[in-house]
């Protein structure tokens, strides 16, 4: 069993940045993948990054230059650095640990960019 707090979420003007953090309860070996999903209102959950073996990671075409994910394994520990943030990032983020066959969910963090 895996446990995974997000946080860092919070209300941003459009241009500016947030760093969000998942810190999960227990070690998870590198080749385990971790990541960040997003969720809308009234639209379906959606990869945003997911990070493996420590540096490879793979990206949302829509975040790719302004996102940028890493993980700290001293800490169990992924974030995900947000830049140019754009009112259509506006969701709840979910951080994601791919333990197949179990797959675990952090509660979610709402990020939302507005003027």
């Known amino acids: 069993q895996v446990h995974l707090v997000e946080s860092g979420g919070g209300l941003v003007q459009p241009g500016g940045s947030l760093r969000l953090s998942c810190t999960a309860s227990r070690y998870i070996f590198t080749d385990n993948a971790m990541g960040w999903y997003r969720q809308a209102p009234g639209k379906e959950r959606e990869l945003v990054a997911t990070i493996t073996s420590g540096r490879n990671t793979n990206y949302a075409d829509s975040v790719k230059g302004r996102f940028t994910i890493s993980r700290d394994i001293a800490k169990n520990t992924v974030y995900l650095q947000m830049n140019s943030l754009k009112p259509e990032d506006t969701a709840v983020y979910y951080c994601?640990?791919?333990?197949?066959?179990?797959?675990?969910w952090g509660q979610g963090t709402q990020v939302t960019v507005s003027a």
């Open positions: 994601n640990a791919d333990l197949r066959p179990n797959i675990y």
